[in-house]
């Protein structure tokens, strides 16, 4: 079964970056995982998760926060079968914690267990 390790978060001050990565195991082929659905959400305190970035099984990525286009960007690993989250200029905003997910081609969800940013001078 698919398993999904988040690490990279932390402490970091405005303007900073983080990379959040995302280690993918519990398969045995590079086409399983180049076939997933990947994606990154966040969870603010006191708010809902949402979908912050995707990336679909022809690498087409998208970002679905109109506050992080142009700093965040989503990339898929064929050779570590892991997932990054590259994070620049935070804001305070970008604080929650950071989950990244997988779907594979049956519709099976797959979900890590989350990695804390914290964005604060």
């Known amino acids: 079964q698919l398993r999904l390790v988040e690490f990279g978060g932390g402490l970091e001050q405005p303007g900073g970056s983080l990379r959040l990565s995302c280690a993918a195991s519990?398969?045995?082929?590079?086409?399983?995982?180049?076939?997933?659905?990947l994606r990154w959400y966040r969870q603010a305190p006191g708010k809902e998760r949402e979908l912050v970035a995707s990336l679909d099984n022809n690498d087409k990525s998208s970002l679905h926060v109109d506050s992080v286009k142009d700093r965040f960007i989503i990339i898929r690993d064929m050779s570590k079968r892991m997932l990054y989250l590259q994070t620049n200029n935070l804001t305070v905003e970008d604080t929650g914690v950071y989950y990244c997910a997988a779907r594979d081609g049956l519709g099976n969800d797959y979900w890590g267990q989350g990695t804390q940013v914290t964005v604060s001078s």
């Open positions: 519990g398969f045995t082929s590079n086409s399983y995982f180049s076939g997933l659905f």
